[in-house]
């Protein structure tokens, strides 16, 4: 870890994917994404349902061969991420296939052993503070109560990553609320790297410091949601009301009902700062879940 | 990281591991306790053999099923793939242990019976390498195919069960399967051989023993999520009617052949009169309790005509092996009947008669015995309708053949007489294709000599040698009454043979045929 940078310099990246490809069959459930993480930011990795989320961290993850493209992962570029490399990883998957005869301290202690830098010490400890009880069976347990088994086996090894693939899909509000200001906290006391993927957007929004879309295998955004916002803008302006596109535009989305019309924009900020409304249009308040939907949803919308 | 996963192999299986252990122990403490089971087993290591004919088998299996099957089943090798664990470690690991537990539970066994027959037998260093060797290639194998079958998820309950009734069947099939490779090694000489090293059994055992190995690795390694985690996906509901189908269908497959195999015992005939002529056996023998002398000449002279006719037709034929022959005399049939006797192709063919009535006919015997001969030989495939007339016609023509090709210038007038009728106006070659429905047409009576007459006038038009060419091509080979003998009827059909044989098709024969019927004078 490089806590001593000098301010004007980013943090190093510990993630770096470049053009990763992987089909299943003839799909293509990752078709050349690149995507990058600094030392100690929350990555939110969002799309929808079967947008290539989870096969893209099972690829960092060393579970699934990639057919193209490279990874960075700590320092070291390989084609597949290598046993050593995952023991520098803490990492949550999607669903918590745990042995359901073992208790949580002897799941602690048979994980342990694949790790070197694994402490003891603290997985008692966030145990503890997970509220997670150590003497209990894993099929005693709840869905929630396992996401929080797999996060504090997934800190104990104090990993300089940690990945977590949706780790809060099943989870009640609540839970998901305290297990994600877990993962912040962590991230925050420690300079914790991390990439979570979701298909919450308030997840993402309330915790991320960047954020990546990927739709249909491929990356559609990578940056900050401020960035994002600057880039995206929605246009309001009658059905009937002629529009033309100017130059450096891209049409997001482009949706009619009741006789209005609203178009998701993506544009340069220097284009924005150079684009004129056309007549009675005004430029409309967008969300993060707008700007995913305009991002990733159908492109022309008629009501 | 070993230690770790042998850890938690031993705290999740540990029970069963020792649970198996104990049985091996305890079934050999009981059997050197008890005297009576001891020596009606021969000696320890007669009971180390039992050991594995049952014990390693279902030992090996329950270890594959826990080790591996159960992994995958509850999908908990995902959460290892998690883990800084190559895939490859975690199989070897669990390959090692299950290994490891039943060579050490069958090397305890033998370990106790050499301690028990220390006293009394005499123990070579050679033969207790024999017993060394043999276990450890038997104990190889099995495990090794029970842990390649555990890879197979879903299908391992259909497949397990058609390996097994598959390894029974041949049993019963006559294939000897203790002969082979692995089997041999555990055969009725495993506690008692002490020079002989059964190498090539070893051998074949541990080529076999890696196959399997490296099949189940394969499926554990090969792609991303391992052809194992796809085949331990639950089946969905279209697959279960599949499976259950075609299980069922093997099963009763099995149970056919089996109960097909074992009842085709040999027939006993005790005190027949037997004549042999090369690879012909005739045996004759009377279904009374006291033959009369006259019975006993008939049955005599009966057996030898047979004999001397059978023995040319093979000879004629080109046959290598022949089915055995079986005449009953019956006195209570009437004069001129000739019955079948029904036996299974495999058993030969057997033929009931009156052989001392007034109306008795030796060449209508004759007849009889040539159809159901050659009804065995072909594992019945001479019986179907696509062979029928050439089947009809050896039987009918062989009793009563010319020795001189000469003597065939003419169809012979009584014959023409019986077979016009039986003739189909527009008889033709699709007539041949259906045989049956000739004869039945006619109401069986001329069918025979029609069909006599048709090889008669083959070698009239086409020359003796291409006659005998052609009834050789269909009669010579053996064939088993099973999908061999099927396949072998569909790939070499009747016409095929005819025309390779003669030189020309069947058609033009059926014209030639007819027109020489046609031409041919009746008394």
């Known amino acids: ?303 | 990281m070993i230690r770790g996963l042998l850890t938690k192999e031993l705290r999740q299986h540990g029970f069963a591991l020792m649970f198996l252990f104990l049985v091996v122990l305890g079934g050999l403490a009981l059997i050197a306790g008890h005297g009576p089971l001891h020596r009606a087993l021969g000696g320890g290591f007669s009971a180390v053999q039992l050991l594995h004919t049952t014990y390693v088998p279902l030992a090996a299996l329950v270890l594959g099923q826990m080790l591996i099957a159960t992994e995958f089943r509850q999908k908990t090798q995902l959460f290892l793939e998690g883990l800084p664990l190559p895939r490859w470690r975690m199989l070897a690991v669990k390959f090692t242990l299950g290994l490891a537990v039943l060579a050490g539970a069958i090397g305890a066994a033998i370990f106790a019976a050499w301690w028990q027959a220390r006293g009394t037998d005499a123990i070579t260093p050679r033969f207790a390498a024999l017993v060394a060797l043999k276990s450890a290639g038997w104990v190889w194998f099995i495990y090794t195919l029970c842990f390649a079958h555990a890879f197979l998820g879903r299908y391992r309950v259909a497949f397990g069960l058609a390996l097994l009734f598959g390894y029974f069947t041949l049993d019963t099939s006559g294939v000897r399967v203790s002969e082979f490779g692995p089997f041999a090694l555990i055969d009725d000489r495993f506690a008692y051989e002490r020079f002989v090293l059964p190498g090539r059994a070893l051998a074949i055992a541990a080529a076999l023993g890696l196959g399997l190995a490296a099949l189940g690795f394969a499926m554990g390694l090969v792609r991303d999520a391992s052809v194992a985690s796809l085949l331990a996906e639950k089946m969905s509901p279209r697959e279960k009617v599949f499976i259950t189908f075609l299980t069922l269908t093997v099963l009763m497959l099995c149970g056919y052949i089996a109960e097909h195999r074992q009842t085709a015992t040999p027939v006993q005939m005790p005190g027949a009169t037997e004549a042999q002529r090369g690879v012909v056996r005739v045996f004759a023998s009377a279904a009374v309790d006291a033959p009369t002398r006259e019975e006993t000449a008939a049955l005599e002279r009966v057996a030898q005509r047979a004999a001397d006719e059978l023995g040319a037709l093979a000879e004629y034929l080109g046959c290598a092996t022949f089915p055995p022959v079986f005449i009953v005399h019956r006195r209570d049939l009437a004069g001129g009947a000739v019955q079948s006797g029904g036996l299974k192709p495999a058993q030969g063919g057997m033929v009931r008669a009156n052989l001392t009535a007034k109306e008795f006919y030796e060449r209508d015997l004759l007849e009889a015995i040539v159809q159901q001969t050659l009804l065995a030989h072909t594992g019945g495939l001479a019986g179907r309708e696509r062979n029928a007339w050439v089947h009809d016609a050896l039987s009918a023509w062989w009793p009563y053949r010319q020795p001189r090709a000469a003597a065939e210038s003419d169809l012979n007038p009584k014959w023409v007489a019986k077979a016009r009728p039986t003739l189909p106006p527009d008889f033709s070659a699709r007539h041949l294709d259906a045989w049956l429905s000739v004869a039945r047409e006619d109401n069986l009576r001329g069918s025979g000599t029609l069909a006599a007459t048709g090889l008669v006038v083959l070698a009239q038009r086409h020359g003796a040698e291409a006659r005998q060419r052609f009834l050789a091509a269909m009669f010579r080979e053996h064939r088993p009454a099973d999908f061999r003998g099927w396949l072998a009827d569909v790939f070499r059909p009747r016409a095929r043979l005819f025309r390779a044989a003669t030189g020309v098709d069947e058609k033009q024969f059926a014209r030639e045929w007819r027109d020489a019927l046609a031409l041919s004078t009746t008394p």
């Open chain 1, 1 to 303: 870890m490089h806590t001593d940078l000098p301010p004007n310099l980013p943090p190093p990246i510990v993630l770096e994917v470049r053009g990763l490809r992987r089909h299943f069959g003839k799909v293509p459930a990752v078709d050349g994404i690149d995507l990058h993480v600094r030392e100690g930011e929350i990555y939110g990795f969002l799309g929808i349902n079967g947008a290539g989320k989870t096969t893209t961290i099972r690829a960092l993850m060393g579970i699934i061969a990639t057919e193209a493209g490279t990874i960075s992962l700590l320092g070291e570029t390989t084609r597949r991420t290598s046993v050593a490399q995952k023991r520098r990883i803490g990492y949550v998957s999607q669903e918590q296939n745990f042995y359901p005869w073992m208790k949580c301290h002897a799941l602690g202690k048979f994980v342990g052993s694949f790790y070197p830098a694994w402490d003891a010490a603290e997985f008692s400890r966030l145990l503890e503070v997970l509220e997670v009880p150590a003497d209990r069976r894993v099929s005693e347990l709840s869905g929630g109560m396992r996401a929080k088994l797999a996060l504090a086996l997934a800190l104990a090894p104090r990993p300089a990553l940690l990945i977590l693939d949706e780790p809060t899909a099943g989870l009640d509000p609540v839970a998901r609320r305290e297990f994600m200001q877990l993962i912040v906290a962590q991230a925050r006391q420690h300079r914790r790297t991390t990439l979570f993927s979701s298909h919450l957007i308030d997840e993402v929004e309330r915790c991320a410091d960047r954020v990546g879309i990927i739709h249909q295998g491929r990356m559609r955004f990578e940056g900050t949601v401020g960035e994002l916002s600057r880039l995206v803008r929605r246009v309001r302006m009658a059905a009937d009301a002629e529009f033309v596109l100017p130059l450096g535009f891209e049409i997001w989305r482009d949706e009619s009902l009741d006789g209005v019309r609203t178009i998701a924009l993506r544009a340069e900020p220097a284009a924005w700062d150079a684009f004129t409304l056309p007549p009675g249009a005004t430029i409309e308040a967008m969300s993060l879940e707008d700007r995913f939907i305009a991002c990733v949803g159908a492109t022309v919308v008629r009501i």
